[in-house]
């Protein structure tokens, strides 16, 4: 769209724009203020937050900065077509990243906790249908394709010049923070290394927005449950007894279901990657094949250009004009290739864009630490 020092001072600038507007929401919601609304307030800013903050003023000012088309826009956010067999994968690989979420996030409150801090009680789904209803579009549809596009599209690749891994792990730890909320933080961050990856190596941003929806689906499922006095939805407190019982048994149980899960992400997010390699191969073996098919097309033409004449007006394209072209072409794209390789090592953020950024980090940390203090008055 631009050069990259400007998208990625735009990038962070957007971003901090972003993290203050959430802070003043934030404090807003703590001090009352959005009281008056009563049931529905929650909804209301949940909609607000996702759909406005997240997603539409990311990609309106992106658009505005770089006046680039909307399809171009978009593209850059990573809004590319991916197989089905990816999609089908994604879903189960979000089944299998939910219960991972869940040994995370016990080992990380159960550290927490040994500080002092004191959970707030969860927040129950309402035991309807539309409160279920309510309850996945606020809690799962909007925050997946929101916060995966404001992250894993405008941020990994807005600081994507520092290369793959740097900017992987800038992402996951701007989305942890931006929960503002020390439970969520720790795995929404390694939630957020895995996301990353999953975006970058499937070349597409739509894997991860179904993972994430299907860790939030399943724990407003199981809240759902528990309000309509379902016994699934009690499945980890049943859990957790057995465990408390039979203590080595439960250990072992723990310990192997951990392990299982590891394995099974392992293999999950290494088919989603071949599957990519797969297509994408596929895809530049045809590019090659129609340029194998053109070339000998136009050396047929020469052909019979040397029998028929120069002057027939069919037979004005020359095989070798073309061949020359195609050489040519190709050195260019690998040129640029290993030209744009060498610039992303020696990119540097600037100043400017090093103050957004910092003080986006800067804003996240603080209320994520006053949630923490919060939590142990």
Known sequence: ???EKKVNLYTNLIYFIVVVGLCVLRICS?????????KAGSYVLSVVTQVGLCFLLPLIMLKCLTKAPNREVFRFCSYKKTSSKIIVASFVLGFVVFFLNIYFSTFFNSFISLFGY???AASEIPGTWWGLLLGVICTAVLPAICEETLHRGLVL?????FGLRKSIVITSVLFGLLHMNIEQ???AILIGLLLGHICC?????????????MNNFLSVFLSWSRSMGWSVGNIFGLFSKFMQSNPLIGFVVFFLLLVLLMYAVHLLVGYMFRETFTNSFVKKQKQMASIALRESFFHEIDNIKKDKGEDDE??????KDFNDFVNKNLANIFKEAKAIEEKDKKFKMSANAKVFYWG???LGAIMTLLSFIWGLL
């Open 201 to 213: 190596g499937c070349g597409s941003i739509w894997p991860s927005i179904i993972v994430h929806f």
């Open 1 to 3: 769209m631009v050069e």
């Open 360 to 362: 986006s980090i800067a």
């Open 314 to 319: 069919i037979l004005r394209i020359d095989a």
């Open 30 to 38: 703590g001090f009352g203020l959005f009281a008056f609304m009563g």
């Open 118 to 120: 004191k959970h707030g």
């Open 185 to 187: 933080c720790g795995y």
């Open 157 to 161: 690749n807005g600081n994507s010049f």
